[in-house]
């Protein structure tokens, strides 16, 4: 039999998250590989220096790694109630 050998095979790294603005709030945006929609921090800042001093602390490197690690669809999540699921189909049935 034929042995394989393991490479070690290093997967491409996210983009980093960075500051925006939208609207009026600065948000830190958080990239995520494979997604064309990234996601956005809960907090809302008014100034560009204060968002920025955030997502450079402990908490806004954890947020960020926290955004990364989430599964992208509810009901993955053990928590998900299955009732609400089935919601949107019985209103188009008409049920």
């Known amino acids: 039999m034929e042995q394989f050998q393991r490479r070690n095979v290093v997967e491409p ?13 600065w948000r830190i945006v958080v990239p995520i590989r494979g ?40 009901h993955l999540l053990g928590n998900a109630d299955p009732s609400l699921a089935a919601a949107p189909l019985a209103l188009a049935a008409g049920l």
Do not use: N
């Not at 956005?40 to 960020?64: I, K, Y």
């Open 35 to 74: 997604k064309l929609c990234p996601k956005l921090a809960t907090p809302m800042f008014l100034a560009r220096d204060a968002a920025e001093l955030w997502l450079r602390s402990s908490d806004g490197q954890q947020c960020v790694v926290r955004l990364r690690e989430r599964p992208q669809r509810a």
């Open 13 to 25: 790294r996210h983009s980093p998250a960075y500051v925006a603005q939208i609207g009026r709030e």
